[in-house]
């Protein structure tokens, strides 16, 4: 269990170290790209932390996501990638992404 706990935790700094040290001039193209690795791929599955289909962020309702990604934030939601990247957000930041997913099927 200890073992599981600290792979998760691990994964989590490599990508906010990764994601974190992004400078602040990004554009919007740029803060979507780190999303689209896996929520762009259509029928997408995941094995980590346990296996599950990845949901379509295209479409979604705005303010869905931005919930989700404040409860990524504020720790109220649970996913060890997720949390690490909605870290690095802004309040700026999740609501221009919310507003382009909400736009972009």
């Given at each position: ?8 935790l691990m994964l989590a700094l490599g990508i906010f170290l990764i994601f974190g040290t ?78 382009y997913y909400a736009k972009n099927n």
């Amino acid at each position: 269990m200890k073992h599981k706990n600290m792979m998760k935790l691990m994964l989590a700094l490599g990508i906010f170290l990764i994601f974190g040290t992004a400078q602040a001039s990004e554009t919007i193209g740029d803060k979507t790209s780190m999303c689209v690795g896996c929520h762009g791929i259509p029928g997408y599955k995941t094995a980590f932390p346990s296996a599950y289909s990845v949901p379509k962020l295209g479409g979604q309702h705005a303010e869905y996501l931005v919930k989700a990604l404040e409860g990524y934030k504020n720790g109220s939601r649970s996913h060890p990638t997720m949390t690490a990247l909605a870290k690095t957000l802004s309040q700026k930041d999740i609501e221009e992404l919310a507003a382009y997913y909400a736009k972009n099927n």
